[in-house]
């Protein structure tokens, strides 16, 4: 549902100026797992985006954008290494028009059940972040995982995505 509404990203119809109508930004801000009081690695990379006007800009920034009115989004692998939470990697194709470097993007991300507050027993997202290596197996994949992957593997090469 969340890819569905980035696509659309309900009002915009990808016609418009960017930022016009940001509801489908808007929808995944607010089911997403991060403290606005305190830094978060949401995108892969420790970032303040505490205000929503921070989380749009990382959106509307390269890889993401793609995110937004792509024109298709598969899930190609899923894994739920434990009860509360679940990840999928998706291949994301840009929508037409747009100036690209790949004809696919691939996207680890993250959906956690919470645990107690307003949120109890709601799945919402955990990070989104990019890869350039989809064949990887990501360590927090899994149960018996030693704790989350090395992000710069699994990011674009070092160029500067963020």
């Not at 991060?34 to 749009?56: A, H």
């Not at 190609?76 to 028009?97: D, N, Y």
């Not at 956690?112 to 989809?134: C, N, S, V, Y």
């Amino acid at each position: 549902i969340l890819t569905e509404a980035l696509r659309d990203n309900i009002y915009n119809d990808g016609e418009k100026e960017p930022f016009a109508a940001d509801d489908g930004l808007a929808l995944l801000y607010l089911f997403s797992a991060f403290d606005p009081w305190k830094p978060s690695n949401y995108f892969g990379v420790k970032r303040d985006l505490g205000q929503f006007e921070r989380f749009r800009l990382m959106m509307y920034s390269n890889p993401f954008k793609y995110l937004i009115n792509h024109k298709k989004c598969e899930a190609i692998g899923s894994a739920e290494p434990s009860a509360t939470h679940f990840v999928q990697l998706l291949r994301v194709t840009p929508k037409e028009g747009l100036e690209t470097e790949k004809e696919f993007y691939f996207f680890f991300i993250s959906l956690k059940k919470m645990q107690g507050g307003a949120h109890e027993g709601r799945w919402l997202t955990e990070k989104i972040f990019p890869t350039t290596h989809p064949e990887s197996i990501v360590e927090w994949m899994f149960p018996d995982s030693a704790g989350e992957p090395d992000l710069e593997d699994l990011q674009a090469d070092g160029e500067n995505w963020y």
